[in-house]
């Protein structure tokens, strides 16, 4: 997105509106990354220049929260950068300066000054590395310039807030270009470089304002520290100021020189690799594929998930599988395999080293459908699933099946009909997760509609692998049928059984049910009744960016997520809009319509289109996590979500692309067709 706000019929510039709140984000591949608004003020305990994370991707601690900077001329002193301070003081006025924003490649800015003298100023992430370069360069000059910056630097848990204390450390290390601080014992040494000076002047600033933390009824102010200020002479247009910000100190001494052309290095080559992306919609994939030890993973969502497990075997299909990626969809799955335990496998690896945790009844189904996809596109080029590896995820699968089928953890277990029962009482097991203390909100323990459609479809992968495992699907495909149609309603039952007492249904009226008629690889549903199932939910549950989680009219339906954690956590499925969600039900919009290519070409104008509006909304380039129930169904959550980007992209490549012959090799056809 590009916001050019200059120009206009008077001839003066003009601005970006202050409270814009858009967010942009630089992720480093490790699971770090620096982020923060267009307007540059931050908004989020999460918005920092260098967010790290020390055990890749977890251990994230923020080293440096934010700057400011001003810039002096002879006609006075203009503020480069917009702080929010408590009660709610906005200082200084950088923001009034900006004429224009884009964050293709990257974030940058331009402001014009009162003087005329034009900055642009660029935020870029070196990938790999981690390393956040900023450089300010003098577009326009009105005569000599000097730039100053100061840090704002913590060294705290990037889920907490940092209050002025005396353990706080302002020693500074300064060796040519490098200036060194350790904040705090145990913490990773803070190296910012620079070709400027570096003037030590130790301050607190406090009570910085968080304003996104505020709605969200969290804690809302915290107190940075300040060791000095860094400054720059800028005298001709071109003249660079550069920053370099890296967690650790480099090994080797470095001039002001070295660091202006590392920058200007970085800066090419960081280029170059954006733009060998075939789409942006490629290029923001690529910030949720990190690393995890020696391997890789998706980081479920930014800026306060990790990996988790159900959010990683859904996201992976957009985000690797089509998209061609499919060497790291093998190392992402393959490392999954050795996790499996009683057949399931853990729904989070949490930070800080925790156990892993199992509560999630459909991730180790969801990893089936993925393992799946895999295996059929083996054999395509670039695949490269060896013998032993096709042999690894084929052994997960039965591990699974199996694993589930003769009964695991929380009361999961195959019943007579070929069903799968799950649950037990203060355990929230499906991705429909949220509770408030000790009361899981959506508890729908017995056999919820989407964990049999996913059972099914491992039942048909696991039959592939293994023929006895024939009969126990085709028991399951009938009983799905006769247990959740309702022909009153025109539609499916969103678990029965309820509570582990058979004959029992649940009809409130939810999206999951769309599972069993797209999205999946297998259908349960088709005809009349499917097409019944997809108006219902296009009635009463489609909006303009992804399905509400409860209809209008059920009861304790939630217009708006909005207030404390128990306020938010009490919406969050019950009518909460969740984008990734038009994945599946496109998919069995077009199923429905015999997904011709007139149908394909429909639903990207109807469904598409909205979802594509959206990446200049939130998190530019990227799909929010969820969104009000109501108009104008306002993101909300995460504005950088795994999963819905990655529907998104499987929307695009896979569901509603134009069919192409088949590369697969004869050797893939005869195992996996």
């Not at 909006?543 to 938010?568: D, K, Q």
Request: hydrophobic fraction near 40%; include cysteine.
């Amino acid at each position: 997105m590009t916001t050019n706000t200059t120009g206009g019929d008077s001839g003066q510039p003009a601005h970006l509106h202050i409270d814009d709140q858009t967010e942009w984000l630089e992720a480093d591949g490790l699971g770090g990354f620096a982020s923060g608004t267009t307007a540059g003020v931050r908004t989020r305990r999460y918005h920092a220049l260098l967010l790290t994370a020390m055990t890749p991707p977890t251990g994230r601690v923020v080293l440096v929260n934010g700057f400011d900077a001003w810039i002096d001329t002879r006609a006075g002193c203009f503020g480069l950068s917009t702080q929010r301070y408590a009660p709610d003081v906005l200082y200084p006025d950088g923001a009034s300066h900006i004429t224009s924003f884009t964050h293709d490649p990257w974030p940058t800015w331009q402001y014009q000054l009162g003087d005329g003298t034009c900055v642009t100023q660029e935020i870029f992430v070196q990938h790999g590395v981690g390393a956040t370069v900023l450089v300010w360069t003098l577009t326009r000059a009105a005569g000599p310039a000097r730039l100053r910056v100061r840090p704002f630097l913590s060294g705290r848990d990037y889920h907490a807030l940092h209050h002025e204390n005396g353990a706080f450390r302002f020693d500074a290390q300064q060796v040519a270009a490098l200036v060194a601080f350790r904040p705090y014992d145990g913490l990773s040494a803070i190296a910012l470089l620079s070709n400027g000076a570096y003037r030590h002047a130790p301050d607190w600033y406090r009570r910085f304002l968080y304003s996104a933390e505020r709605q969200r009824g969290l804690d809302d102010f915290e107190d940075l520290a300040t060791p000095g200020e860094f400054s720059w002479t800028l005298t001709d247009p071109g003249d660079q100021a550069v920053w370099i910000l890296k967690a650790g100190a480099p090994g080797e001494q470095q001039t002001a020189d070295d660091v202006l052309a590392f920058a200007n290095h970085t800066r090419a080559a960081e280029r170059r690799r954006r733009e060998s992306f075939p789409s942006p919609l490629d290029r923001s994939a690529d910030a949720y594929l990190v690393q995890r030890g020696q391997g890789r993973t998706i980081v479920a969502g930014y800026p306060w998930f990790t990996d988790w497990g159900r959010d990683t075997f859904i996201a992976i299909r957009g985000l690797c599988l089509a998209t061609g990626r499919l060497g790291e969809a093998r190392d992402i799955l393959i490392e999954w395999a050795g996790a499996v335990s009683e057949g399931m496998l853990p729904n989070r690896f949490p930070d800080r080293g925790a156990a892993s945790e199992f509560n999630a009844v459909d991730a180790s189904l969801w990893y089936v459908v993925a393992a799946y996809e895999l295996l059929r596109l083996n054999g395509r080029p670039g695949t490269v699933l060896s013998v032993p590896q096709q042999e690894a995820l084929e052994s997960a699968i039965l591990q699974i099946v199996g694993g589930y089928a003769a009964g695991t953890r929380f009361g999961i277990r195959m019943n007579h009909d070929g069903l799968l029962s799950a649950g037990v009482p203060g355990m929230q097991l499906t991705w429909m997760d949220a509770r408030v203390g000790d009361r899981v909100i959506t508890p729908r323990i017995g056999k919820p509609v989407e964990v049999e459609a996913l059972w099914v479809n491992a039942l048909e992968v696991a039959a592939v692998l293994e023929p006895n495992w024939r009969d126990p699907l085709e028991t399951a495909r009938l009983a799905f049928i006769d247990r959740f149609w309702n022909e009153k309603l025109g539609r499916l039952a969103d678990v029965v059984d309820v509570d582990h007492t058979p004959g029992t249904r649940d009809d409130t009226f939810r999206p999951n049910q769309i599972l069993a008629v797209g999205g999946l690889p297998v259908a349960l549903v088709d005809g009349a009744r499917a097409r019944r199932i997809v108006d219902a939910v296009e009635q009463h549950l489609l909006t303009p960016i992804g399905l509400r989680s409860l209809a209008r009219g059920e009861p304790g339906y939630a217009e708006r997520y909005e207030g404390g954690p128990a306020a938010r956590d009490t919406a969050y499925h019950q009518g909460t809009v969740w984008p990734w969600l038009i994945g599946p039900f496109v998919d069995a919009w077009v199923r429905v319509r015999g997904n011709t290519a007139n149908v394909r070409r429909q639903a990207r104008e109807r469904f598409m289109a909205p979802l594509l509006s959206h990446l200049a909304s939130a998190g530019l380039g990227h799909v929010s996590e969820i969104a009000d129930a109501e108009p104008p169904f306002a993101p909300k959550g995460c504005p950088f979500q795994a999963w819905s980007l990655g529907e998104l992209l499987r929307l695009d490549r896979v569901v509603l692309a134009e069919p192409k012959r088949s590369s697969r090799t004869a050797k893939a056809k005869q195992s996996w067709l």
